[in-house]
């Protein structure tokens, strides 16, 4: 089947402006990662989603960001007025929640000028 | 946020030579993943390791995790250009939840 999507694959965006990312999971996977990969570093985490228990959501750097999970399938990152230290690849999982191997999305690359 | 350590950050080996990396934690773990993300590319899962002192091959790769479960090594046998990426390890949290190391960045010379 079909691995997990995310759109766009890549987004320039003005400091100062709002975005949102897109993540469509494996279907049937009731597990959802959002990473932050900066050039050349590791991932950091943001936020995840289980089910329909509270998003943990201790990995988002700030008040800008946020992060929804409707009808326990597709995610959307927003960010809000941007700031040109957000620019990096933003990448999606997905895990059963029993093998809670993680597959991952080709990630959007963010650029923020 | 958390991160769990990797050593080395860099390595750069002739084709054909071996190559290892290691990643260590302050706590006893549950079990410990490996990724691998080439250039360019998203991380990979490459294995998963649950039993103290186990020892798991893939082809020229071969996994192990410590005796005491806070540790765990990747190691290469013969590098070929193929090999070239960042190998991550990740270890559990909460729940389901996965905490990636530092990443080990392999550039293999032919």
């Known amino acids: 089947g079909a691995g997990v999507s995310q759109s766009p694959s890549n987004k320039v965006t003005e400091k100062g402006k709002d975005v949102e990312l897109r993540c469509d999971p494996i279907?049937?996977?009731?597990?959802l990662y959002w990473y932050r990969q900066s050039l050349g570093q590791g991932l950091e985490f943001l936020i995840y989603?289980?089910?329909?228990?509270?998003?943990?959501k201790s990995g988002l750097p700030s008040d800008r960001f946020s992060a929804e999970r409707t009808g326990g399938s597709v995610s959307t990152l927003t960010i809000q007025r941007t700031q040109q230290e957000d620019s990096a690849v933003y990448l999606c999982?997905?895990?059963?929640?029993?093998?809670?191997?993680?597959?991952f999305g080709p990630g959007t690359r963010l650029t923020v000028l | 946020g958390q991160q769990v350590m990797q050593i080395p950050q860099y390595q750069h080996v002739q084709e054909g030579e071996d190559f290892t990396t290691y990643c260590n934690s302050s706590?006893?773990?549950?079990?410990i993943q490996w990724y691998k993300q080439r250039p360019g590319g998203h991380p990979v899962f490459l294995i998963q390791?649950?039993?103290?002192?186990e020892v798991k091959k893939q082809k020229r790769l071969t996994f192990q995790f410590g005796e005491a479960k806070k540790n765990s090594s990747l190691h290469i046998t013969a590098t070929q250009t193929t090999d070239v990426g960042t190998y991550f390890c990740?270890?559990?949290?909460?729940?389901?939840?996965?905490?990636f190391g530092t990443g080990t960045s392999l550039t293999v010379i032919p």
């Open positions: 989603f289980q089910g329909n228990s509270a998003p943990d």
């Open positions: 999982a997905s895990s059963d929640l029993l093998a809670s191997v993680q597959f």
């Open positions: 279907s049937g996977h009731t597990a």
């Open positions: 706590t006893t773990l549950s079990n």
């Open positions: 390791l649950v039993k103290s002192g």
């Open positions: 990740a270890e559990p949290n909460t729940g389901n939840q996965f905490y």
